[in-house]
């Protein structure tokens, strides 16, 4: 009885013995995994700044740290600033931190900080918000293509050097792949009481149908490419629209409001063929604004006025559609000219 019972005492501390020895190895494992994905965080960093700068952009940074063993992957770049020469536009920030779980890298939360800076060749815009925080998806595999993003700024305010300043309390936009149409995204994006004392200023007098407050902004749209959004795209790799579902683009402003929806196609060259719908209330008060704010000379806006009285509905509310047909783009029977351009992007 007693030596059967120190061979299960023995068989036991071997079984313990055993299991120590799996989880010390899955340990050793897991801080290998861990190192290594470190690395490779830091290093896709660092190589995609590498690669702006061979195009002539600036990307430069102070510091990248990565923290957060054993199980995140929490990355802090200091002192960022980005320059495309193309365009003229610069964004720097003091920092921008990547959060992930070390299980799941794929899945990626940004922080922004509270204030940073764009750069135009036209203006500088001081842009700060009480916080910003975004939210990335990417499909588990090599290519890391897009599923979708969030991003959210609460109470942002954009302050420029010309002297204007809008501010807003909340901004969303989201993008999303929908999978039963290769290569196909949702977009969407609202701003919510968008404040614009400036403009208000400016049209004092002409019209009191427009607060200082734009109630809100909203769009919600389906955009089929012509490759998917994925590293390549993130690499320099630029991309076309060939097809918009445009379900609504709107705004309300106090007595005015807005409305488009509609389908377009678009050519490889960014030729836009199709109709949208416009649906507008109270439209003369934006023609009051532009005028007031120089963006329409007084005597166009007269004949304009005129042609769009002449085809509004009951109780002032235009309805018109806005075509693109042959490179060209009219607003019902009245032609606009050449129709805009969709670019890569």
Known sequence: ?????????????????????????????????????????????????????????????????T?????????????????????????????????????????????????????TPLETLQVSHESARASVYFKP???????????????????????????STEWRFAIETLPVRENTYRVGMELLELLVPELRRRALNSSQALPDQIDVVRADAVLGIDAPIDQRHLEGTYLGINRLELAELSVRWGEFSFRASGDLTVSEDGVPHGEIMLRVAQWRTILDLAEKTGLMEPAFRKALETALDLMSGHEGVLELPLVFAGGQVSLGPVPLGRAPRFQTW
Request: proline residues 4%; hydrophobic residues 45%.
């Open 1 to 65: 009885m007693v030596a059967l019972k120190q061979r299960t005492t023995v068989k036991g501390r071997g079984r313990m013995l055993r299991l120590v020895g799996v989880l010390v190895v899955a340990a050793l494992l897991w801080m290998c995994w861990w190192v290594v994905g470190h690395s490779a965080y830091q290093k896709s960093i660092s190589s995609w700044m590498e690669q702006r700068r061979t195009e002539g952009w600036v990307a430069d940074f102070s510091d990248i740290t």
């Open 67 to 119: 923290r957060g063993f054993p199980n995140r992957f929490d990355t802090t770049m200091s002192g960022l600033t980005l320059a495309d020469p193309g365009t003229g536009v610069a964004w720097s920030a003091p920092f921008v931190q990547f959060l992930s779980l070390a299980y799941r890298p794929y899945e990626v939360i940004a922080v922004l900080p509270d204030n940073h800076v764009i750069s």
């Open 141 to 167: 595999s090599t290519d890391l293509a897009l599923e979708r993003a969030r991003l959210v700024l609460n109470g942002p305010r954009i302050h420029s050097s010309r002297g204007w300043t809008v501010s």
